[in-house]
Every structure is written in C-alpha cells, then in structure tokens.
C-alpha cells in the first residue's frame, strides 16, 4: 500500500527554468562581443557540469559559472562593468517570484488530505530553496521538506529511511526523468513523470527507455492526473 509521495519543486510545482532560460539570454546578449551564442552555450554547459560537484544546483551556481565562462572566453576585455552585470542576473534569479503552476496546490492538499505522507524533496541551494517554499505556500502542507545535493538512489534512500518509508510505498512526482523518476525506480518505488515546457540540458537521460517501460513508472501530462493515479494504487495495493 502507497503510503508517501514525494513532490519535486522546481517545474514540477511552480516555474524555475523559465526564468534561467531568460537570464541564459540576457548574457548571451551582454557577452555578445566577447563570444558568439553556441561557442557561449557550449562552453557555459561544460562549465556547469565541471562545477556541480563543488557549487551544486541554483542560482548561486548558475551565476559563479557564468563568471567563469565570460572570464575564460572574454579574458582581459571582460571589465568590472561585465561582471555586474552578471550578478545583477544572478540576484534576479534569486528573488524571482514564485508561480505556482496549474493544479499544484490541489494535488499537495489532495495527497494530505488522502492521508499520505507529503514530502517536498528539491535539490539546490538550501536558503534559496527553503526561501521559495515558504513564499509558495506550501510548505504548511506536507510533513517534511527534504533540500539535497544531489537526486540518487543513495540520496533519496537517506531520505526514505529518514521519514520511516519503505522504498516500494513509496511514489516520486516531478518533471525530471533523471533526477524524480530514474532512482526512485532503481529503488523499487514508484514514480509519476509530469513534463515541463523546458528542460535543463543536465536534466536529460542518454536512454529514457528503461525508466518509461517500467510497470511503476506514469507518464502524465498535468499534476490533475496525480490524485486518481494515487487512488487506483491505493485500492489496488490494498486488495
């Protein structure tokens, strides 16, 4: 019998990466004479994935990356006024507002209200992280708040053990295959897929095969289909 369910937060209850997107254009813009876009891009990626390991996920990081992209491809004729500008994008970031996206409020009520376990497990930054729960809203709702490093099965299964969950009563909801669905089904749990418009290239599988063929996995198109997945796996548990 499900028993827990895990909400990811960034593009899965309210809107993030749209707002990484615009600020990925905004410096393209600014660091124009300095670079061409797809040199820019492709080396910024590089930078970001080198640096996950020291700076995590978040704004913060984007924004020390983006320092160390326009520095490394600009060199000496990147001023202080570049540089400014570059954590003025970054600070925008982080006081951007916090939109919920359609039916998210509905589904954490509803899977409180059913009875069920509600954590809110997000990777980031903790201050920035704990900043947009508490202005979402939704932090009153659930029965725990998990900000992690990293989204694996090591990772996810300290934070099972953490709450008293059992792997296999377990359900995952967010909108990335490879940080929300793959290691919880790797741990025998079950996981729900509700896609955003945008997704960050770090984000993606090399082969989503394994994880969208798998009997505990849901491909869903709106957080609506949540609750009534939720039931039927109840009751069919149950029996």
């Known amino acids: 019998m499900i028993e827990a369910i895990g909400f990811d937060c960034d593009d899965t209850l309210w809107e993030s990466e749209t707002a990484f997107h615009e600020s990925h254009a905004r410096v393209r ?44 491809l600009g060199g000496d004729s990147v001023g202080a006024a570049e540089i400014r500008a570059l954590i003025e994008i970054g600070k925008d970031l982080l006081a951007h507002p916090v939109e919920l996206l359609p039916g998210a409020r509905e589904a954490v009520e509803a899977a ?7 954590l809110l497990i997000t990777k980031g930054d903790l201050f920035h992280q704990e900043s947009k729960i508490a ?40 909108n990335s295959l490879r940080s929300d669905v793959a290691p919880v089904l790797a741990l025998g749990g079950w996981a729900a897929h509700v896609p955003f418009e945008l997704t960050w290239e770090l984000e993606h599988l090399d082969d989503d095969t394994p994880v969208t063929s798998s009997p505990r996995f849901r491909a869903m198109t709106s957080l609506e289909e949540v609750t009534p997945w939720i039931t039927e796996l109840r009751g069919r548990r149950s029996r």
């Open 29 to 72: 813009e600014l660091l124009a004479e300095h670079a061409e876009a797809e040199s820019f891009d492709r080396r910024l990626i590089e930078v970001e994935r080198a640096n996950l390991a020291l700076y995590g996920y978040g704004a913060k990081a984007f924004t020390l990356s983006l320092v160390e992209t326009a520095i490394e």
């Open 112 to 118: 409180a209200a059913s009875g069920l376990t509600v």
């Open 135 to 174: 202005r979402s809203g939704l932090g009153d709702l659930v029965s725990s708040v998990e900000v992690i490093h990293e989204k694996d099965e090591s990772t996810y299964g300290r934070v099972l053990a953490r709450n008293r969950v059992e792997a296999d009563r377990f359900v995952m909801v967010g």
